[in-house]
């Protein structure tokens, strides 16, 4: 659906322009309140059931929010093949491209708009449901984006640089080299010198 009237779109645009990032915001606080009680909770097993400190708890983060991103994502493909008729690749592809925000929509659910007969009080319960359904799993993608920069601006691995560092590490290398040039100039002038001195 899109609007059709010259209004119809006015309104949408306005309406986008506030409403998007608001949205945005939303998502992103219910992802880090995601992200932080999961980390929580990583923390509480390391110290309480495992008796040691926390230790990895960002690539655990990481690897817990993309479980259960991938684990709403097989049951959304389950109840797409037994409601909507599709492939399991299918309720995949649809459930992943819904979450990224991507949104093509070339795949869009018909259930229960199928079935004319069904009650208003299915149809209701089944829109609430669709709507808690993607909120928290977009909530949960963006969890899993804030885990990952999380993971690489305090713990960078595989020798990644942060990107919180100040400076570039090349410029250091550079200032340095620099450094030593001018300190070896310098040393040629002064030995230049000395030899012109002790010269007739």
Known sequence: MAPATFWGRLFCMFYALFGIPITGL????????????IASLM??????????????????????????????????????MDYE??????GIYFGFITLSTIGFGDYVPAHPSKNESAHPGFVILFTAITFLYFTVGLALVSSALLAISRLFEDDP????????????????????????????????????????????
């Open 157 to 200: 691995p595989w020798g990644f640089i942060s990107l919180m560092n100040q400076g570039d590490p090349d410029d250091d290398e550079n200032e340095d080299g620099d450094e030593v040039m001018k300190e070896k100039c310098q040393a040629q002038k002064n030995a230049a010198s000395k030899e012109n001195s002790r010269q007739p």
């Open 26 to 37: 939303m998502l992103k606080s219910i992802g880090e309140r995601l992200t932080e009680a």
């Open 85 to 90: 008729g599709w492939t399991f690749f299918e």
């Open 43 to 80: 923390r509480f097993i390391d110290k309480r059931l495992l008796g040691r400190e926390p230790r990895g708890i960002h690539i655990k983060t990481v690897i817990c929010v993309f479980f259960i991103v991938l684990s709403m994502l097989m049951i959304l493909a389950a109840l797409a």
